[in-house]
């Protein structure tokens, strides 16, 4: 089965500093792979998705995340962290198989600090 | 509509009573997906539809837990007999198709609480 693992699951960065939330996924081939946002008391929202192609991924609010293949990562980040990004941040990986349940790594709560 | 919606927001009710929860998939989309938080950080998959049909089970308790989604009609979700452990945020998904590239959309969830 596809899984993901999240390092970190508090990360507080400086307001305009650089994030780096990682995520390494276990898989033999490389899958499909998503990030989502959960902001509080809300429902999940897509960040950006790697399917195939481009293995850099630009999302919604600055954020981007890398496939490395060779280091089994998805990590996300942004050159600069605004206040509002303060959230929880869920990386994710579809079942195996094609049709997707999705797993979903434990999270990271990102604090955002004046 | 162009969101996944969810009702109620907040639901509390007594242990042992029943529980029920609806989903309005967004318009157009075929497939859709139940999973439960209960802690801030854990979901757990319950159930997936295509259309009015069952697609994935294997997450639903079998003894209380059932859900359908009829035509015409919003989705739901139904506990019977309801236990402290249900306790959780439900939260309901729909994509356009079942293949994995095709990312869920989420509502904002109903937190259901059992006293």
């Known amino acids: 089965a596809q899984s993901v693992t999240q390092l970190g699951s508090h990360v507080s960065v400086s307001e305009g500093a650089l994030v780096l939330l990682r995520c390494n996924y276990s898989s033999s081939v490389p899958p499909y792979l998503f990030w989502y946002v959960q902001y509080p008391n809300q429902g999940l929202q897509l960040l950006l998705k790697?399917?195939?192609?481009?293995?850099l991924v630009k999302g919604i609010n600055g954020f981007e995340a890398e496939f490395k293949k060779s280091e089994t990562s998805f990590h996300l980040t942004k050159p600069s962290a605004h206040m509002s990004d303060a959230a929880e941040y869920f990386c994710a990986v579809p079942n195996s198989g094609g049709y997707q349940k999705v797993t979903f790594g434990t999270g990271t709560k990102l604090q955002v600090i004046p | 509509g162009e969101e996944v919606a969810q009702t109620p927001k907040h639901l509390v009710r007594g242990e042992g009573q029943k529980a029920k929860l609806y989903c309005a998939p967004i318009?157009?989309?075929?497939?859709v997906f139940w999973y439960q938080q209960v802690l801030k950080n854990e979901f757990k998959f319950l159930i997936s539809?295509?259309?009015?049909?069952?697609?994935?089970e294997t997450g639903m308790p079998k003894e209380r837990f059932s859900a359908k989604c009829l035509p015409n009609s919003p989705c739901s979700l139904e506990i019977q007999a309801t236990k402290l452990e249900d306790s959780a945020v439900y939260f309901c998904a729909s994509s356009h198709g079942a293949e994995g590239n095709q990312p869920q959309h989420f509502g904002d969830g109903t937190r259901l609480s059992i006293l």
């Open positions: 790697y399917t195939t192609g481009a293995t």
């Open positions: 318009k157009g989309h075929s497939y």
């Open positions: 539809f295509q259309n009015e049909n069952v697609f994935d």
